[in-house]
């Protein structure tokens, strides 16, 4: 039954809820930074823990109004749903398990869903949280934040006007150091659920980071998975899941690719580094200085790209926010993210249809990466065995 007053046109800030991210949460505060950047959304409501006395205590230090604050993201999603200022869209920022039950409340409500990755922590999930998202008129996206940054614009319209030729190899590595010792046994938050099957899922290290690299490489190049070859690793003892991760990879086309991905490797912060080379060039981009891109034309010298700088593409231009030689990091590329999805939301608002360049990750995405995950962690147990996404 329609709810009076919902289906009018808005033209304020989109209302956004939250999922988790209450109290000792990093990317709660990410997810909120990202999504004022703009000033596009106004977060008021929340279900911020799973502990009710949590979730109180957090949405009173965030300022929403008591009658906003829940105990429970279904309360949230019945009781927001028949508000006539109702929340427009979710964060959903919880452990990998929540994500299914969470989406699929809201999403069934009509809610749109902005969601954390991985889509799941199962492959059947994540081909049910499809359906759902099928069957729903709510948007979902997938928060790849990675996707949004600048110079990886640019990077995929390189690659899709034919500036490096055909593509040939395909090389993406995320190394981390901060899981070489056994800090879940020590009680860190972080490290706690990561490493429990029960709440991360199958894959430890390759579901948490190695899902990234895996997306950022798919997304730049646009190549499809044909098979892989994954060698899971545990390193420290007692570890249930995976802490490293060595994935070969063969592409629809025969470009070959080769992914690494590492919670064990000391000296690496959030080593996230893509490398691209084709018939007539290659390009080299790492996370932590995110500003500039090395392209290679074969047989001439290194030329440096910046972020909105000379010889800026489109993509780079328009996700950039100041200007050339400022830098602009993490918080800005996730932001790109919430940006591409207010405008998708604000074309529903009005009964528009979305705009034709719309760029952020959906959750057909989302299925691919958990297909990804469970093809590594079956190729595994067969001792590498070269496997098809499920």
Known sequence: ?????????????????????????????????????????????????????????????????????????????????????????VAIVTPNHVH??????????????????PLTSTL???????????????LFILTHNYTGYPLIRQAR??????????????????????????????????????????????????????THAFNLASFVTGLELEALSADLQSFVPGRQLDDNAHVMMRFQGGARGMLWSSQVAPGNENALRLRVYGSKGGIEWAQENPNQMWFTSFGQPKQ????????????????????PGHPEGYLEGFANIYAEAARAIEAKRLGQSLPDDLLYPTVQDGLI??????????????????????
């Open 1 to 89: 039954m329609a709810i009076e007053g919902k289906n009018e046109q808005n033209i304020g800030r989109i209302r956004l809820g939250m999922v988790g991210g209450g109290k000792d949460a990093f990317i709660g505060g990410v997810h909120r930074i990202a999504s004022r950047i703009d000033d596009k959304y106004e977060l008021v409501a929340g279900a911020l823990s799973s502990t009710p006395e949590k979730a109180q205590q957090s949405g009173r230090a965030l300022g929403l109004a008591d009658d906003r604050i829940y105990d429970s993201f279904k309360d949230m999603a019945i009781r927001e749903a028949r508000l006539k200022n109702g929340i427009e869209a």
């Open 100 to 117: 299914f039950t969470a989406a699929r409340e809201f999403l069934k409500r009509g809610i749109h869903v902005i969601c954390d990755k």
């Open 124 to 138: 059947p999930d994540a081909k049910k949280l499809v359906k759902a998202a099928e069957d729903s008129d709510a």
């Open 157 to 210: 319209e390189m690659v899709a006007s034919g500036d490096l030729g055909e593509i040939r190899l395909v090389q993406v590595e995320y190394p981390q150091d901060w899981l070489t010792e056994p800090m879940e046994n020590e009680g860190a938050k972080q490290a706690v659920w990561r490493t429990d099957p029960e709440r991360s899922g199958a894959g430890g290290c390759i579901g948490d980071i190695g």
């Open 304 to 323: 440096l790209l910046t972020r909105n700088g000379a010889g800026a593409t489109a993509g780079n231009l328009s996700a950039s926010r100041i200007p």
């Open 369 to 390: 990466g958990v297909q990804f995950i469970d093809a590594c962690v079956r190729s595994s147990r067969r001792d590498a065995a070269w496997v098809k996404l499920g």
